[in-house]
């Protein structure tokens, strides 16, 4: 059973272009999470979304960022704009459930640089 | 946000037990504790997670207090790729309750 894929690994963009990140959830899991690791710091919470909703986007900044988990296909974060202040790591989680009881399983991250 | 606190940095020889401690003293009556490490800059790996009574798999054993407010995170025989940051995570009911909030853990350094 494949793991919480998630890709490009690594990317680089300059500032002012778009960045979108891909998470593919372990097979059978319909719970789909973002976190984002600044440098030095612990991952902090971003969104969680079932397929085609958004049910909890407290920890996505207002603007510049979006995410979706599409009926087919995976996850996408999506960054508009880069500022060098997004450089940091992307983390994608999946859970078969939501809510208290149910762990989640990560992805390998997506490191993001913007020159 | 995180509810819990940790000490920074621990060191353990290898072969012997590690032994992670964890405070939570604000902790709901449904709240689960949550224990993943993280590995150099991978994605965060599930340990182990419990409520009330204490867990045992194949990797750790958890040791909850009757009280609830403090774990203990035991790693019986710790090897040198053990070593990580260690993250005790109480899980929110805020919102959808789906969030882990992840503070600073511990860093684990096993000794040869």
């Not at chain 1, 593919?24 to 030095?40: A, F, I």
């Not at chain 1, 510049?64 to 974060?77: Q, V, W």
């Not at chain 2, 353990?12 to 009556?29: Q, V």
């Amino acid at each position: 059973n494949a793991g919480v894929m998630q890709n490009p690994r690594h990317l680089v963009r300059r500032r002012g272009q778009e960045a979108r990140l891909r998470c593919s959830p372990m097979k059978g899991h319909s719970h789909v999470y973002w976190y984002r690791q600044l440098p030095e710091e612990g991952l902090k919470f971003m969104v969680y979304l079932q397929k085609e909703n958004i049910i909890d986007e407290s920890g996505m900044p207002k603007e510049r960022f979006s995410a979706e988990f599409p009926k087919e296909g995976p996850s996408i974060l999506r960054i508009q704009q880069v500022v060098r202040g997004d450089s940091a790591a992307y983390f994608c989680a999946s859970s078969p459930r939501s809510g208290q009881g149910n762990e989640q399983y990560f992805g390998p991250g997506t490191r993001l640089t913007v020159t | 946000d995180a509810k819990t606190t940790q000490p920074p940095s621990m060191d353990c020889a290898e072969g012997r037990a590690a032994n992670l401690p964890c405070n939570h003293s604000t902790i709901s009556g449904n709240e689960y504790v949550y224990w993943y490490r993280q590995i150099h800059s991978q994605g965060p790996q599930y340990i182990i997670h419990g409520l009330k009574n204490n867990e045992t798999n194949e990797m750790a054993s958890l040791i909850i207090t009757e009280d609830r407010k403090s774990s203990t995170l035991i790693l019986p025989h710790a090897t040198l790729r053990d070593t990580a940051v260690y993250y005790c995570i109480v899980r929110s009911l805020r919102g959808t309750g789906n969030q882990f909030y992840f503070g600073t853990g511990t860093s684990l350094t096993v000794i040869p």
